[in-house]
């Protein structure tokens, strides 16, 4: 099975290749060819472990892999990093299902995806015999850049450089990137926003006189972000696995329909679910959730995608975006694999700022509903859900959970929840009615106060000494790059 461009001007490639690239040579992302055939049989998935269904999804999903390089990438990918052996448990209060996707190393969902994704890549890189060095640029808004280097730092052969914006990011977040220690790791803020950060990226990804520089020095580049495959597919597992356990505990009979609802920025992870779908997950609705920087929810009720307007900072900084790259993978299924409409949507966001649906492809996203959260509302939604159940939500959750309460009727449901409530103590507090303190102080705070306990991961986070001090212009980054990788 072969990866082909959304844009369609790009050969297609196998999935090793795909993974190399990252994205298309046309400006596109790669999408799988067709949907692979995975016999989803939930009794024998539900005696399954996390890894064990893992092994199956990425198998199909990246079939110039052996089977043996397979489960080379699983082990390594969800070992004794995690903090929980079942990898993503779930919390059930009746038919709200909490998929805790924040037991890794960053305590993020991005880790699932961060930690195979090094191990995809450097297998990836064996098996088309590259003999250059992968520089892995990525463009953070605070949680993708602690999880791609806890997931590459000290990998052989690869360099890992992350632009982080230097406003909205969390203190614990800042603290985790500039206090990062491999010898591989670059980090840099940004004076501009998120996507600020992740356009010149983007640029950088596609400007033909650096890559050619690059190679001159034994470099090339790959990215991290989630327009990669290699990040997209390992968020398929827990969609499947969770379904799976779900069966086991008897909450679900084989077959019921589902909703997923899912706190989105870039769209990987709600894109996600949509492909676990397509293999055969019976989901009945995607709901898609977003805070102040709305953009999404005003697509999916008018069928125009409108980016001119202002960039909101707000309390779950890890969805202030307002381009969505990964929409652009649901498009493309939704237009019938249709690469001139995607070029014409993807040409007028750039030219215009915005773009409208057709009637037909409007049609066929009919199962998705998608609303937003103010920050008032998550800071509600954290204190009442805590008050009630003892639940605490980080708040990108949060804006889950308040979609969430939207919906009608009793559907089963599974909620993302994408972040620990001790990456984000600031806020957390101050929704609960809690004075608020910075850096350890914080964290012992939220415990005290809440009677839960500091993840590990994050214990000793301040002890660790500040590596990383640089701040640039969006424009510089290209300059940049040429001195952080010693360019000749
Ligand atoms: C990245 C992130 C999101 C948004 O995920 P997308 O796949 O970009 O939509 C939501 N919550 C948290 C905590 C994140 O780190």
Redesign the pocket.
């Known amino acids: 099975m072969n990866y082909i461009s959304t844009r369609g001007k790009s050969p297609s490639v196998s999935a090793s290749q795909a993974i190399i690239n990252g994205m298309a040579p046309d400006g596109g992302l790669y999408v799988p060819e067709k949907w692979p055939n995975v016999d989803l049989d939930w009794q024998i998935l539900a005696q399954q472990s996390y890894q064990q269904i893992a092994t199956r999804i990425f198998g199909a999903f990246f079939d110039d892999f052996s089977n043996q390089e397979i489960q080379e990438v699983v082990q390594a990918a969800y070992g004794q990093q995690w903090d929980n052996q079942d990898i993503v448990p779930i919390h059930s209060e009746k038919h709200l299902h909490y998929l805790e996707l924040f037991h890794g190393p960053t305590l ?3 880790d699932i995806a961060l930690q195979a994704l090094p191990h995809l890549l450097t297998m990836a890189a064996k098996k088309q015999q590259l003999k250059n060095k992968l520089v892995i640029l990525a463009a953070t808004s ?3 850049g602690t999880a791609a280097m806890s997931g590459f730092g000290d990998v052989d052969q690869t360099e890992i450089i992350v632009f982080y914006p230097k406003v909205g990011v969390s203190d614990i977040q800042r603290q985790q990137m500039v206090s990062e220690q491999a010898k591989n790791a670059h980090v840099i803020a940004i004076t501009g926003n998120f996507d600020d950060a992740q356009q010149a990226v983007k640029a950088a990804l596609g400007n033909q006189e650096l890559m050619t520089l690059l190679s001159g020095n034994q470099l090339q580049f790959s990215s991290a972000n ?1 327009i990669n495959i290699g990040r997209l597919i390992p968020q398929i597992v827990y969609y499947i696995y969770a379904y799976a356990q779900l069966v086991k505990q008897q909450q679900l009979h084989a077959g019921d329909e589902i909703k997923i609802v899912v ?8 894109l996600a679910a949509f492909y676990a779908q397509q293999i055969g997950l019976p989901v009945a609705q995607f709901v898609v959730a977003s805070n102040e920087n709305n953009v999404l929810t005003d697509f999916f009720n008018t069928g125009v995608y409108n980016k001119n307007r202002q960039f909101k900072v707000t309390h ?1 900084p ?2 202030d975006i307002l381009v969505s790259s990964n929409l652009e993978r649901l498009l493309y299924f939704a237009s019938g694999r249709n690469a001139q409409e995607i070029q014409n949507y993807m040409s007028d966001l750039t030219q215009k700022g915005y773009y409208e649906l057709t009637a037909t492809t409007r049609e066929q996203l009919s199962q998705f509903l998608a609303y937003d959260a103010t920050d008032t509302e998550v800071d509600k939604t954290i204190s009442q859900v805590f008050k009630a159940s003892r639940y605490l939500l ?1 708040p ?1 959750t949060a804006v889950g959970y308040h979609a969430f309460e939207q919906l009608d009727g009793q559907m089963p449901t599974l909620l993302a929840a ?2 620990s409530p001790y990456k984000f103590p600031q806020t957390v507090m101050q929704a609960l009615g809690e004075e608020v303190a910075l850096g350890e102080a914080g964290l012992t705070q939220l415990s005290t106060i809440t009677h839960t306990k500091i993840p590990n991961q994050v214990r000793d986070l301040f002890k660790k000494p500040i590596l990383h001090d640089k701040i640039i212009d969006s424009s510089e980054i290209l300059q940049t790059l040429g001195v952080t990788l010693k360019l000749k």
């Open positions: 993020a969902f991005k605070g949680d993708t989630s706190p989105t920025g870039n769209f990987g992870n709600v779950s890890a969805m980080d990108h994408t972040a």
